[in-house]
């Protein structure tokens, strides 16, 4: 069984930097032909795809986060990573790291709750 837990703080100040880190466990990052995403959910909004790494480690971003988003990883720890630069309020949201093997996101974290705030 797939299992990913997201970590990092919960409370972010505007223009910092947002990082959160994805743990994985029961499958490897690198597996063929998996891709590990970033998802996140704005309070009273839809859900909104951030980017991916895939099993290569090749990466892929949403157009519209491009410019500040970057997902990283470490294979010795099995996780990947997501910065998300000048953070604004704007991106308070709960952010899910996931499996994607397309076009079925399997397994998902919990989720944790990032608040853009002073």
């Known amino acids: 069984q797939v299992q990913l837990q997201e970590s990092g703080p919960g409370l972010v100040k505007p223009s910092q930097t947002l990082s959160l880190t994805c743990s994985v466990s029961?499958?490897?990052?690198?597996?063929?032909?998996?891709?590990w995403t970033w998802i996140r959910q704005p309070p009273g909004k839809g859900l909104e795809w951030m980017g991916a790494i895939a099993y290569s480690g090749s990466t892929y971003y949403s157009p519209s986060l491009k410019s500040r988003t970057s997902i990283s990883r470490d294979t010795s720890k099995n996780q990947f990573s997501l910065h998300l630069t000048s953070v604004i309020p704007e991106d308070t949201a709960v952010y899910y790291c996931?499996?994607?093997?397309?076009?079925?996101?399997?397994?998902w974290g919990q989720g944790t709750l990032v608040t853009v705030s002073e």
């Open positions: 996931t499996r994607l093997i397309y076009p079925q996101f399997e397994y």
């Open positions: 029961g499958g490897s990052i690198t597996t063929n032909y998996y891709y």
